[in-house]
């Protein structure tokens, strides 16, 4: 047996192991506060160029960037797979499919999405005035990311960010800094300036350090309770934060759906990514009639369920991130087994294997008051409620501090869509679940806990410009009713622009023009006098 021989760790170092071996993934830089601050500087000399950079050319670094990822599409995938413990299949499907259909959107689109907007200011418009908004970058982005999907996450923030015009500055997870690495490299590749993109890798203190250091904006996913730290220290400096939290999705499943295809989306919704996805469904309620028939279609599929290390391709289960993550699944398991649920299959860890695994885990006989009901448990458990009627299945979803997505199951679609609009979440979708951070197109985000402000999107493209509005007058020789030069007459004025100007009626306001053309020519006497 050969000992392997790791290089002793530097005090300015971090290294990153695969969760499913143990194994050494690599090694990168901690950088300190003060290396951040530089970083941030740099950035904002680089700003003062990219800003001025053409779309065109923007949009030609973005292709040629998802050219390198696809020339290193089974690498990419590995190293994923290697740092973050998820399965190479979900890599590809989750992570570098919709990353790269977000990259060729915001290249092709940026620009039009951005294109000067003329408002319509209405009565105004007849008086020679127009208004138009205008959309800057703002300046240096901080992108703050989890390791849970360390590479689609902050590349498809960056990418947008980079195509709004601004620099970035960007803290990956200390859990997945390998790829945060990658992610500079890519864009170096594909020939990025030097500076507008740069990875600050390091703990929670990096990134600490880049909310203290007076970026304009920060782009924060995580936990809650980091979250609020978040916004709490930005707020010192008034730099703006979206928040992107977690979840505790609910998925409510009606008598009338497709039970098999529902059964493998509960699945899959629960399961995949080791359940570690913020929007992973997390509670299940199931109609009362159909509970016994669809607990146990569940059991059967999630017993089925390939468990090992994710470089195999047949595995559809990898391990879990961490020891800290596991032992918050163990502690929710354990919780459920206490307060009187039944674990019908997994519950506990899978010793089979090196790394931190857990077995998919079905839980029936949940209910919301229960703590793990209401916690977000970011692992491979699901478990099971039960309703009678559509407004309990309703309150029952919306009973939660969360609000990221959630997923309705019928036959009926006026009934999916009744349903869908009554629910608290930032997404919710109809006979589907999980998977719609991967498009690009839409915006991404919640409501309550889950966090404020979009990623994705049009919407989250506005995240990252500042919207300028640039008002005319053409009219150069008339003074404004309004301006100074107050008298009985100017209170007059008002009163009949409150009643005729600002009903919005043409009609109405032609009332108001012989007094109007009275307050201008006592405003032009004023001033000849
Ligand atoms: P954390 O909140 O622990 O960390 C998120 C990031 O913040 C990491 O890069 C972390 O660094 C960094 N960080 C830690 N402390 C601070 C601090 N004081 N100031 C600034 N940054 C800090 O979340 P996880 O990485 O554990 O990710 C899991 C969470 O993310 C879950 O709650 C999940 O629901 C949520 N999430 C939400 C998504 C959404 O779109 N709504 C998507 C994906 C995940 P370090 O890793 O070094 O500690």
Known sequence: MSAVIQAPVKENEIVSYNPATNEEVGRVKNFSAEEVRQAVENSRKAFQVWRKTPFAERRRIVMRAREVILAQMDEIAKLISDEMGKPLAEAMSAEIAPVLDLMQFFAKNTEKMLRPEKRNIGLLGLMGRSSKIIYKPLGVVGIISPWNFPLSIPLGEVVMALMAGNTVVLKPSELTPVIGEKIAEILEVARLPKNVLQVVSGDGKTGSALVDANVDKIMFTGSVATGKKVAERAAKTLTPVVLELGGKDPMIVFADSN????????????????GQACSSVERLYVQEKIAEKFTRLIVEKTEELQQGPGSDEDVEIG????????KIVEDHVEEFRKSGADILTGGKRNE????????????KGANNEMRPMREETFGPTLPIATFKTEDEAIDLANDTDFGLTASVWTGDLTRGKRVAEKILAGTVMVNEVLYTHGIGQTPWGGFKDSGYGRTHGKEGLMELVAPQHIHINRFLLTPDVWWFGYSKNAVETFKQMSKTFSSGSVFRTLGFMPQMWKRIKELTKKKGE
Do not use: C, H, R, Y
């Not at 295809?261 to 399961?271: I, N, P, R």
């Not at 790394?355 to 885990?361: A, L």
């Open 319 to 326: 391990s879990m991130s961490s020891e800290t993550q596991i």
């Open 352 to 363: 089979s294997f090196k790394g931190v695994f857990f077995s998919p885990t079905v839980i």
């Open 259 to 274: 039970l098999d295809k529902a059964s493998s989306a509960a699945v899959w919704g629960a399961f995949t990514n080791s």
